[in-house]
């Protein structure tokens, strides 16, 4: 089957710890990007990255880092300086084609929770 | 600065009936629209999206409608069902913005009740 996945589902973070959450995708997509959602709020965007070794930073990237290695992986760490750390976090893929933006897909999501 | 804007953040409708959720930008450069449904502690899912070229785009039970000059779009839902509810967020996007981002509004949470 096609998709992304994301892991874990429910990740539980010490204070001042850092953490990796995964992302990999097998629909062959150039893009991919990393979004945090808050209640009440839409889908604001961490990094994405349009082609491999290369990444750029979206809205809210303070805190945050990531890696593309490889085209199917797009990896978040968030570092003990991201201040509000807990929230659910979204990756997606597309393919930007000949427009420069496409359809974006997204995987199923990581709860992380700060103790 | 919100570049898209969903101004209800809920709406609840009686089952078989029509829900209409709207969203509005401010970016002229916008050409391509998008809506995602979404399910709590899952991704969002996409459901149908617009180009600018066109002011009407239909699936099935969701039609998307733009009218560029008020910056506004609206998806209709009809007949709703229960299943439909979730928070629905639409998103937009520049032809050959950097990175092919997508903006998004703050999600309108439909509620359809049998």
């Known amino acids: 089957d096609g998709g992304i996945t994301q892991s874990p589902k429910y990740l539980f973070r010490k204070e001042g710890q850092n953490v990796t959450l995964s992302c990999e995708q097998n629909l062959n997509h150039d893009a991919m990007y990393w979004y945090r959602q808050d209640p009440g709020q839409g889908l604001r965007l961490i990094y994405y990255?349009?082609?491999?070794?290369?990444?750029q930073k979206g809205d809210i990237a303070e805190g945050y880092s990531v890696s593309r290695e490889k085209k199917e992986s797009f990896p978040l760490t968030v570092t003990s300086a991201q201040k509000n750390p807990t929230a659910f976090y979204l990756c997606?893929?597309?393919?930007?084609?000949?427009?420069?933006?496409?359809?974006?897909?997204f995987g199923p999501g990581t709860r992380l929770t700060v103790l | 600065d919100q570049q898209v804007k969903q101004n209800s953040p809920s709406l609840s409708v009686q089952e078989g009936r029509i829900s209409i959720l709207n969203c509005d930008y401010t970016?002229?450069?916008?050409?391509?629209f998008l809506w995602y449904k979404k399910y709590p502690a899952e991704g969002p899912t996409f459901l149908i999206s617009i180009s600018s070229i066109k002011d009407k785009n239909e699936d099935g039970r969701f039609t998307v409608f733009l009218n560029k000059s008020a910056k506004h779009l609206s998806l209709h839902i009809v007949p709703s069902q229960p299943g439909d509810s979730a928070v629905y967020f639409c998103a937009a996007s520049a032809i050959n913005n950097q990175g092919g981002k997508l903006i998004f509004g703050q999600g309108t949470e439909l509620s359809v009740k049998p």
């Open positions: 997606a893929s597309t393919n930007t084609g000949t427009r420069g933006s496409g359809t974006q897909y």
């Open positions: 970016n002229s450069m916008f050409d391509y």
């Open positions: 990255s349009q082609i491999v070794n290369d990444f």
